[in-house]
């Protein structure tokens, strides 16, 4: 798949330029590699080959609107394959997932050109918050949840067309330098064929009894891990029965109750219970948002007493600064 993390940094293989190149697409000397080792030209169409990166992924340029961009490439006997991801990746259509520029064949091969993100994973931006160094996305439980309202986003809008991605997790999502949010690797998803079933999810009608756990649901439970790894900086670790595990007190600091309510329900779903959907799922972290209990967190007395405070504290401040005056 296109960018595919670097599995020591964590960081996408497209993030650093050559040197002397800004761009990071000046094109080499040496004929291109496509995947298996078959050497192939260094140009296709209007497209210039640049340096190889792992993962089967070329820097190229856009010879004639002078941009540059990623592609992956291979030989006339991978051409037909090539094409067949070039179709479901352009089928996804949304700015969330890897967005496809153009698929040009020729005799030297095939080659699926797309936009290019730099930034480093969701998981390197975690361990750069154990560090010490908190990135903006994970500065407070407010950023989290943008955050991962953004990737519910993507989520919810592939689900619509009735797939599903099967391998979401803090490795898989890019954080752009520019504020872009990538969910990258839909090898998986491009396996499967499309499922009535998770289209029936999709329109809330019922589920079979028989269908214990869906690729919807498996997706939801996966949001439901990444939205605790933000929180409290590492995978949840299930113990004797608690599906979080130990959660110590530095990490309940970044975790409110009402997020960890929804993190439960999330790791909890499946056709017969937890969240419906994703879009039931990002409701949810809407009206944490807001300032308001979610669906799945029941306060006790005093929370309850206090949220009903904060939302009349206009109110509440008049009346007692009238009482002042009194």
């Known amino acids: ?36 080792g078959n050497s192939a030209a260094r140009s296709l169409g209007r497209y210039q080959l640049g340096e190889a990166v792992d993962g089967g992924v070329n820097r190229v340029r856009d010879r004639l609107l002078d941009r540059g961009a990623v592609a992956r490439v291979a030989p006339l006997a ?18 969330g997932a890897p ?59 592939v689900h619509a067309q009735g797939v599903v991605h099967h391998a979401l997790s803090p490795e898989r999502v890019v954080l752009g330098v520019h504020g872009q949010v990538v969910i990258e690797d839909w090898s998986v998803a491009m396996a499967e064929k499309r499922s009535p079933a998770t289209l029936r999810y999709v329109s809330s009608r019922p589920a079979p009894h028989a269908l214990a756990l869906d690729g919807l649901h498996q997706d939801v439970r996966s949001l439901g891990s990444i939205l605790f790894a933000c929180l409290a900086l590492r995978p949840p670790q299930p113990q004797d029965g608690d599906i979080l595990g130990n959660v110590t007190p530095d990490e309940r600091r970044r975790l409110p ?64 600064a009238a009482c002042l005056a009194l």
């Open 78 to 95: 991978g051409a037909d394959d090539l094409e067949q991801e070039a179709g479901f990746l352009a089928r996804l259509d949304h700015q």
């Open 1 to 36: 798949m296109p960018e595919t993390p670097d599995s020591q940094t964590g960081q996408s293989q497209h993030d650093s330029p050559r040197p002397g190149d800004e761009a990071g697409l000046a094109p080499t000397d040496q004929p291109l590699q496509a995947p298996g």
């Open 257 to 320: 109750a009402g997020l960890e309510a929804v993190v439960r329900r999330a790791l909890d779903s499946s056709p017969g219970g937890g969240y419906a959907s994703v879009g039931e799922l990002a409701q949810d972290l809407m009206r944490f948002s807001e300032g308001l209990h979610p669906a799945a967190y029941v306060p006790g007395r005093f929370a309850r007493l206090g949220a009903w405070a904060h939302r009349r504290r206009r109110p509440l401040l008049l009346a007692a």
């Open 99 to 157: 967005v496809v520029f153009d698929f040009v064949r020729g005799d030297a091969g095939a080659m699926l050109v797309m936009r290019r993100v730099e930034g480093p994973t969701l998981a390197a931006a975690i361990e750069q918050a154990r560090a010490g160094a908190l990135p903006a996305e994970l500065a407070s439980p407010a950023a989290v949840v943008h955050l991962l309202l953004r990737i519910c986003d993507v989520v919810a809008a």
